[in-house]
């Protein structure tokens, strides 16, 4: 039975990690498509080599995810890849009914969300304070300085190119925003996929196939990688209008700020403090932030609040899926 626990463990992340790449491809790259900086096409292809690549860079936010969230240690393995299991398929689902609408969400609130829900579910032990400094915290900061840098940054953009002539401003931007959108992809990458990696490293870990302290295989790696990617490469095109039209008509600009300053957000977050955050909610924050500096009246706040109401149901929803399919699970299986 492990054993077949074990492989549902990794189809099922997998499918998430792919999930993951079409929910979020547009938080690399609608921007650059609504300011007409990249064709949907090269834009697309760009982000999923960029994802790829980020997903290879490290191994600190897969290790927060194995190891600040539920503690599994001393529990059965069969109910602990069974927590996982249900976990993977509570967030899962949350991300195809936020596709289904359009609206982006965040894969890391969800994989949070489901990974608390089945754990209490399963009896296991909630990682109370290191949830709280590694995860929780950062998660909740990062939209703040999203925002708060954007608007500052534009401020100053805007400062710095006051007396340039319009077109000439928005042709360079454009130029620039290749950078900005491939920077973004890249953290995108190094942040996604290794949520995923974490969770199969538990599994991995938890039938002793590896050490917790032999580090993560590179098939991990590279299977994440290329399903996210893959994920990325068919694209989510209704969050990528929610995100590059809906909110804000964005010009190149804003655009590039943005995207720059999402990407610093991610980096810092990965690099320096190696908390998961979500690329969705980071690069959303930015887009309003820049939006801010036209006028309050251009951001489309309704749309906004559309978008806020789906990051509050996240976690809980995707926990109240994961906690009832294990306690079905438990019921049925003994586990």
Known sequence: MEVALVVGVVLLALVFAFSN????????????ISTRALTPRIAVAMAAV????GALLGTEIAETIATSIIDLQGEPA???????????????????????????????????GGLLG???????????????DNVVLPTLVSPVVGFVLAFIVMVGVLWAFRDAAPSRVNRRFRVAQTASAAAMALGHGLQAAQKTMGVIWLALIT????????????????????????GTYVGGWRIM????????????????VAESV??????????ILHAPVSTTHTITSAIVGVGATRRLSAVRWGVARNIAVFWLLTAPVAGIVAAVATWAAVAAFGV
């Open 21 to 32: 790449g079409f929910n979020d491809a547009g938080n690399a790259v609608a921007t650059s």
């Open 50 to 53: 960029m994802n790829f690549v």
């Open 78 to 112: 069969s109910l602990s890849l069974t927590v996982l299991l249900c976990a993977l398929g509570g967030a899962g689902a949350w991300n195809l009914l936020a596709w289904w609408y359009g609206m982006p969400t965040s894969s890391t609130h969800a994989l949070v």
């Open 118 to 132: 089945a754990g209490i579910a399963g009896g296991v032990a909630v990682q109370g304070s290191l949830l709280w």
């Open 207 to 230: 039938v002793g196939t590896v050490g917790a302290t032999d580090g993560l295989p590179l098939w991990v790696k590279l299977s994440c990688a290329t399903a996210m990617a893959l």
């Open 241 to 256: 209008r929610t995100l590059g039209r809906r909110i804000i008509q964005l010009d190149p600009a804003r655009g590039f």
């Open 262 to 271: 999402a990407s610093v957000v991610l980096y810092a977050n990965a690099v």
